[in-house]
């Protein structure tokens, strides 16, 4: 089958980047001719007149047309999958496919299209009022970055393209990652009956260890991430060991706050092999989000390896643990929770070893690579024209 996919990366790398990389490898791998159609906004979004360019073109970028047309001159795919448009493909991009004929699957790693942020989190705390109430709520917060203008540029693409249609006339199908992002994005106005869950693939890491030494977290610091209510959990835990792995905009607040804690260990920004190393080196895995994530990449790397997850209740990550047979489940915000969640797995090296040996077959019966490219395969099918 012909694969078409499209994506514009972002400014700093993160999972949604990683899942696109991971989808074409496990397409190509498995014989399908894929190309990727990229665009990064480190290049696109340059200074302020790429700024400026890209926040006039969001809505509708008039060369996206003719840049598509180019690009398939020698080859025309039997399935379109776009994952982020925004903001310098823009929507104009389900149009011309849509025009050509060329199906289009729309898989959603955040809540873009219902929020303008794409976290359902206002100031601490967790907000729907655009998916209540429209779009334009959010010029009033400047939710996305900060910015009143910016965020006007979102709610004017979102609110064009709701009166368009786009979203009904333009997309086949839609992909959430998680059953949680479903139902919100459905919530939102996406339809129910085109929507469907399947999860980003996660390269299997071989063969699991053991399991080593106290928890990990893996991820990005930022605020969202729930990295304050960890060291605050971890007040509790002074003789489990903690390695933090990860960059983002908290990194120095955070080990700044941090100092006095000598189990805490700080990896900082490493790759992929490196996550998963210290993942290996650790009992379990500890994810304390506080937004409310469309899937549980980090989760799913746990699994994988053999290692139990500590995740909130109630959130995408939760969905992939089950309490007391995968991982352990916690009261989302609540730091004395968490901290006896992870005491629990922390005094039981025994628990750990077969939490972690039924995740690691819950990865192998459910999301391992080659059942993701099943369900890829099986919706690209009912959906492919002529």
């Given amino acids: 089958m012909r694969i078409a996919l499209f994506h514009n990366r972002y400014r700093e790398r993160g999972g949604e980047d990683a899942a696109v990389d991971a989808q074409l490898e496990l397409l190509v791998k498995a014989g399908h001719d894929v190309r990727l159609y990229a665009v990064d906004n480190r290049e696109e979004v340059r200074g302020l007149a790429g700024a400026l360019r890209a926040g006039r073109r969001a809505r509708w970028n008039p060369t996206t047309r003719t840049r598509l047309e180019d690009w398939l001159a020698d080859s025309r795919p039997d399935v379109a999958h776009v994952h982020n448009f925004f903001p310098v493909l823009s929507p104009s991009l389900h149009h011309a496919l849509a025009e050509l004929g060329i199906p289009v699957v729309q898989t959603l790693h955040n809540y873009r299209l219902v929020c303008a942020n794409g976290l359902l989190r206002r100031a601490g705390r967790a907000c729907r009022e655009c998916v209540e109430h429209g779009p334009w709520r959010a ?23 709701r009166r368009r249609g786009t979203w009904r006339d333009c997309v086949d199908r839609f992909v959430a990652p998680s059953e949680a992002a479903r139902r919100e994005l459905v919530a939102g106005g996406l339809p129910d009956e085109r929507t469907r869950v399947i999860p980003n693939p996660v390269a299997d890491p071989g063969a699991p260890t053991p399991p080593g030494e106290g928890a990990v977290y893996v991820g990005r610091l930022a605020a969202e991430k729930g990295l304050d209510l960890l060291l605050d959990a971890w007040r509790e835990l002074a003789d489990v060991p903690l390695t933090l792995v990860g960059g983002g905009p908290e990194q120095a607040r955070l080990r700044a706050r941090a100092s006095g804690s000598p189990g805490v260990r700080w990896l900082g920004e490493v790759s992929r092999d490196r996550a998963l190393a210290a993942i290996a080196g650790a009992a379990f895995v500890v994810v304390p989000s506080l937004a409310p994530e469309v899937f549980g990449m980090t989760t799913l790397e746990a699994l994988a390896s053999a290692r139990p997850a500590v995740v909130p209740r109630g959130s995408a990550m939760a969905e992939l643990v089950d309490p007391g047979r995968t991982g352990l489940h916690f009261e989302s915000g609540d730091a004395a929770s968490l901290a006896r969640a992870c005491r629990t797995l922390a005094d039981d090296a025994e628990a750990v070893a077969m939490l972690g040996e039924e995740g690691r077959r819950d990865y192998e019966d459910f999301f391992a690579p080659e059942v993701v490219l099943a369900a890829l395969e099986d919706l690209y099918a009912s959906i492919r024209r002529g």
């Avoid at 009143?148 to 064009?160: F, Y």
Wanted: charged share 20%; hydrophobic share 30%; glycine share 8%.
């Fill in 139 to 161: 010029v009033r917060y400047g939710c996305y970055r900060g910015s009143r203008l910016q965020t006007a540029v979102w709610c004017d693409m979102t609110a064009d393209h």
